[in-house]
């Protein structure tokens, strides 16, 4: 089937098989590398990308469903070869280690700060219960998060979740 | 890959129901997709024919009549419950049932009709549409008919609808607005997990209500209690009506356990 999907403001134009998933469909069609497939089965949350404006695991949508939509991935999250100001706030509070949910988790970011431009730490929580980190236990993401959201962070305060 | 299948998406009721009695037996419908695609992907289910309901006119929406009720469409998602006014404010069961429904991704695919279908013991909604009184509208080529839930499901992952048919809308019904609830779900982790053990409590007009799940092949519905029944007669009820099994998340004991801790404190919190 014949599709046309916009990813990240650019529009592509694709025949796509019709079990192919939307992951598959980024990755292996696109080039789009970045979303990247964890356990398949929409609970990891690695496959993350805003899909007609809301969180979807990318893994459980078909790339023909995806015909006339607009799709954001990691890939448009720096601009012009700057990181974002989410992404610098990763970097400054080494809320990166192994990198893989990253992108996902990204995504998850991008559309909490959305809804939420100003989110308490029980939203962020909330707003990344769909993305599995097994490096950082996560303080460090709510911390970039706060920092990215232009709120105060002290070191130390959270506890484990 | 996913293994080979065609994809189908009518853009009207009278062409999705040819198709459905066309390709029934060998197609399944697709909405959010969350367990199908993730069935097909683990080879448990290999429909040669997709249908997805999400492209039919119609479709979408949650909506409101004072003569029906509240009617949740074929397509309407768990976070398009959460996003409701009308639910907040009229169902909140609902909403409750629904915040604990896997993770924010999922439910902005998953689908209230995807998880009631599917008839998990484990369905989260089941619980409220139980305690609330919904009915379900199965439409087919032959026509409609209404099935109350309460005799909806017929066994682990079986229900009333055959082939041909599709669970158009669930209605919950006018009467039940301003029903006071709450569940209470045992889980792994407090993060998204599927249930161990799950309770819905209902109150109105002096009656209490459960919607139990993951306890029988079946989500359970207790009703004909009275606010004024001591809690251990609720828990003695409750008791007759489950009948669960011990497996790889618990055993059957603690399931019954838990069940009877929740009803305790549900009685306190649901005013």
């Known amino acids: 089937m014949r599709i046309t999907v916009t990813i990240n403001g650019e529009r592509y134009e694709r025949e796509v098989e019709e079990n192919r998933t939307l992951l598959h469909f980024l990755r292996e069609e696109v080039g789009l590398t970045g979303t990247k497939e964890g356990c398949g089965a929409g609970e990891c949350g690695a496959c993350t990308v805003i899909f007609n404006g809301r969180t979807v695991n990318s893994c459980m949508v078909l790339a023909v469903e995806a015909d006339g939509s607009t799709v954001e991935t990691i890939e448009g999250e720096a601009t012009d070869g700057k990181l974002s100001k989410t992404q610098q706030a990763f970097e400054r509070h080494n809320a990166v280690q192994c990198g893989f949910c990253t992108g996902g988790m990204l995504m998850s970011v991008r559309d909490l700060l959305r809804r939420h431009p100003k989110p308490t730490v029980a939203e962020i929580k909330d707003g990344i219960e769909g993305n599995f980190c097994r490096c950082t236990g996560y303080e460090q993401i709510i911390e970039a998060v706060l920092d990215a959201s232009g709120q105060p962070v002290k070191k130390g305060e959270l506890k484990h979740v | ?271």
């Open chain 2, 1 to 271: 890959m996913l293994h080979a299948f065609h994809y189908l998406a009518p853009r009207t009721r009278t062409e999705l129901f040819r198709l459905l009695g066309e390709h029934g037996p060998s197609a399944k419908l697709l909405a959010g997709g969350t367990d199908l695609l993730v069935n097909i992907r683990n080879g448990l289910a290999a429909p040669d024919y997709l249908i997805n309901v999400k492209s039919v006119e119609g479709f979408s929406g949650i909506l409101w009549s004072d003569r029906e009720g509240l009617v949740i469409r074929a397509s309407a998602t768990i976070n398009e419950v959460l996003e409701s006014e009308k639910i907040r404010s009229d169902y909140p069961l609902l909403a409750v049932c629904a915040r604990d429904l896997a993770s924010h991704q999922v439910r902005n695919r998953a689908t209230v009709i995807g998880n009631v279908v599917n008839a998990s013991p484990c369905s989260d909604m089941a619980p409220a549409l139980l305690c609330l009184d919904a009915k379900a509208v199965i439409a087919s080529e032959r026509g409609e008919r209404e099935v109350p839930f309460r005799e909806f499901f017929t066994g682990v992952k079986k229900t009333v609808l055959q082939k041909d048919e599709l669970l158009e809308r669930i209605v919950v019904p006018a009467h039940s607005a301003k029903t006071r609830g709450s569940y209470h779900k045992l889980k792994r982790i407090n993060g998204h997990d599927l249930g161990i053990v799950g309770v819905a409590l209902a109150r109105k007009g002096g009656m209490v209500r459960l919607g139990i799940s993951s306890a029988a092949p079946t989500p359970v519905f207790v009703g004909d209690l009275k606010e004024s029944d001591p809690a251990d007669a609720i828990v003695a009820a409750a008791m007759k009506a489950i009948s669960p099994i011990s497996d790889v998340r618990c055993t059957k004991e603690y399931r019954e356990f838990m069940v009877g801790v929740f009803i305790r404190r549900l009685l306190m919190e649901v005013e």
